[in-house]
């Protein structure tokens, strides 16, 4: 059972224009929400996060949306960059669990110049 | 650079054999995580510890095991490999062991069953 989805593998933007990825999710105890960036040879690496008590977090480029009626996230990029090729993965701790972190099985994103 | 050192960076070993992988914390850091992440897959949570003690468990085969020491680095130990278990095996830690604090990776043993 996913209980965290991101049903396209990959996206092509151009420079400059918006990057929208997407994330579902079907556990509704899932309060909580992490997206991460990896690049080739590299480990995920920490973007953003969004508690369920909001429904919107920005950080520079990246702001991360919330619909919580949905069980639905989504992760902007303004302008996007070359550099924000990489592959994006949104994930959700299991209550309970510990830290334990549910992930989505990522989306390639392709910034062109 | 994450903090997390993962060693070796690549391993290659036959079907049947046992490979330990190592992952050292960023300094502060009381949890280790294992993650596996297969070939076209996303990553599969294994095993959490925290200051020693096993956190939580995912779907981790009884032919794996994983300790963390009292100098908090971790180790995770594969015996009897198979074919299936080429993958890229990913350490994460974080501060404490509570939910919502983020994971930070390292950059991952790349493990080659042949």
């Known amino acids: 059972d996913q209980q965290v989805k991101q049903n396209s593998p990959s996206l092509s933007v151009q420079e400059g224009r918006i990057s929208i990825l997407n994330c579902d999710y079907t556990n509704s105890m899932f309060d909580y929400f992490l997206w991460y960036k990896k690049y080739p040879a590299e480990g995920p690496t920490f973007l953003i996060s969004?508690?369920?008590?909001?429904d919107k977090n920005e950080d520079g480029r990246f702001t991360v949306f919330l619909n919580k009626s949905a069980k639905h996230l989504s992760l902007h990029i303004v302008p996007s960059q070359p550099g924000d090729s990489a592959v994006y993965f949104c994930a959700a701790p299991q209550k309970g669990a510990g830290n334990m972190l549910t992930f989505g099985g990522g989306t390639r994103l392709m910034v062109k110049p | 650079d994450s903090g997390v050192t993962q060693t070796p960076k690549h391993l290659i070993t036959a079907t049947g054999q046992r490979v330990t992988l190592r992952c050292s914390p960023r300094s502060g850091d009381l949890s280790v995580y294992w993650y596996q992440q297969s070939l076209d897959q996303g990553l599969q949570f294994l095993i959490q510890?925290?200051?020693?003690?096993?956190?939580a468990k995912g779907n981790i085969l009884e032919r794996f095991s994983a300790q963390q020491f009292p100098d908090l680095h971790s180790e995770l130990n594969l015996s009897s490999l198979e074919l299936g278990d080429s993958a890229l095996y990913f350490c994460?830690?974080?501060?404490?062991?509570?939910?919502?604090?983020?994971?930070?990776f390292g950059n991952g043993t790349r493990l080659t069953v042949t």
């Open positions: 994460a830690s974080s501060v404490g062991g509570m939910e919502n604090s983020p994971l930070h």
């Open positions: 969004i508690s369920s008590i909001k």
């Open positions: 510890y925290y200051n020693g003690e096993e956190r």
